[in-house]
């Protein structure tokens, strides 16, 4: 069993940065750093989507074409703990994040592919 916390959240104008924060912790003998992670998103009304992930051995990531060049996601495995760079925020990033992770993922970008979810943390942007 995985729980993750997120954390880093709130209000921040457009343009501005913000950074989400995941941490991670397991009953099991083994760390997190064997597993892949990600992020989703889910704006009200819509539905849940991809934004970033990262293999567990930290070099493969993938992005959300809505999301390159401006957001960054990296892991610290030594603290079981994710991140998410948000910079040059919009009013459209304005979301519930949702950190992710599972032992091995085929399609990133699915949400079925993933097995642990956090319960998410609230991120506007105001213009």
């Known amino acids: 069993q995985v729980q993750l916390v997120e954390s880093g959240g709130g209000l921040v104008q457009a343009g501005n940065s913000l950074m989400l924060s995941c941490t991670a912790s397991?009953?099991?003998?083994?760390?997190?750093?064997?597993?892949?992670m990600g992020w989703f998103r889910q704006a009200p009304g819509k539905e849940r989507e991809f934004v970033a992930s990262?293999?567990?051995?930290?070099?493969?990531?993938d992005y959300a074409d809505s999301v390159k060049g401006r957001f960054t996601i990296s892991r610290d495995n030594a603290k079981d703990t994710l991140y998410l760079q948000m910079n040059h925020l919009k009013p459209e990033d304005t979301a519930v994040y949702f950190c992710?992770?599972?032992?091995?993922?085929?399609?990133?970008?699915?949400?079925?592919?993933?097995?642990?979810w956090g319960q998410g943390a609230q991120v506007t942007v105001s213009l």
């Open positions: 992710v992770a599972d032992p091995w993922v085929r399609t990133v970008q699915l949400t079925s592919g993933w097995r642990y």
């Open positions: 990262i293999k567990w051995i930290g070099v493969e990531r």
């Open positions: 397991t009953a099991s003998e083994y760390t997190l750093s064997g597993y892949d």
